[in-house]
T-cell receptor
Framework: DAGVIQSPRHEVTEMGQEVTLRCKPI?????LFWYRQTMMRGLELLIY????????DSGMPEDRFSAKMPNASFSTLKIQPSEPRDSAVYFC????????????FGPGTRLTVL | KQEVTQIPAALSVPEGENLVLNCSFT??????LQWFRQDPGKGLTSLLL?????REQTSGRLNASLDKSSGRSTLYIAASQPGDSATYLC????????FGKGTSLLVTP
């Protein structure tokens, strides 16, 4: 079975540009999570969805960040405009309540904003 | 807010040793606790999940325990191997996870 798929794996952009990160969760999973990892702050939750509905977006740092889940097999995290402090690795994870919500992570997208 | 602490931050052991990694958390109202492994530049690999009603879980050379009353979990690795070298992360939560900063483990041949 395919795991969580994220694209792109690496993204380098200039300050002010729009960035869109993509995630395909494991089929059948009803929870989807977006996390950000930095050296200073470690892994932090940004937002999570249940059955495509955003449940908790309190970790989204600013209005520049937005996330959508238009269907059960696709989610996007968008940053507009991007800033150098947004440079981090962004992980998508999925889980299912029928398996006690054990979370499975994608390979991450390494974002560098110049 | 749930705070998760992992001690030690780094650990170096010779191959073959048994070792224990520690994780503590401040809020015992958790749904589950999950241990992950992260290799440099890679994603997270789930190692063990302990439900809040459980006391321990085992997988191969790994054993994880959970004591909710004291807010602690330990990950025991038996007969360590160089391939075990990685960062080990502890995470707790109800749905979303709160992560510790991890223990960086180096097993030397």
């Amino acid at each position: 079975d395919a795991g969580v798929i994220q694209s792109p794996r690496h993204e380098v952009t200039e300050m002010g540009q729009e960035v869109t990160l993509r995630c395909k969760p494991i089929s059948g999973h009803d929870y989807l999570f977006w996390y950000r990892q930095t050296m200073m702050r470690g892994l932090e939750l940004l937002i999570y969805f249940n059955n495509n509905v955003p449940i908790d977006d309190s970790g989204m740092p600013e209005d520049r960040f937005s996330a959508k889940m238009p269907n059960a097999s696709f989610s996007t995290l968008k940053i507009q405009p991007s800033e150098p402090r947004d440079s981090a690795v962004y992980f998508c994870a999925s889980g299912t309540s029928s398996s006690y919500n054990e979370q499975f992570f994608g390979p991450g997208t390494r974002l560098t904003v110049l | 807010k749930q705070e998760v602490t992992q001690i030690p931050a780094a650990l170096s052991v010779p191959e073959g040793e048994n070792l224990v990694l520690n994780c503590s958390f401040t809020d015992s109202a958790i749904y589950n606790l999950q241990w992950f492994r992260q290799d440099p530049g890679k994603g997270l690999t789930s190692l063990l999940l302990i439900q809040s009603s459980q006391r321990e879980q085992t997988s191969g050379r790994l054993n994880a325990s959970l004591d909710k009353s004291s807010g602690r979990s330990t990950l025991y690795i038996a007969a360590s191997q160089p391939g075990d070298s990685a960062t080990y992360l502890c995470a707790v939560g109800v749905y979303a996870l709160n992560f510790g900063k991890g223990t960086s483990l180096l097993v030397t041949p």
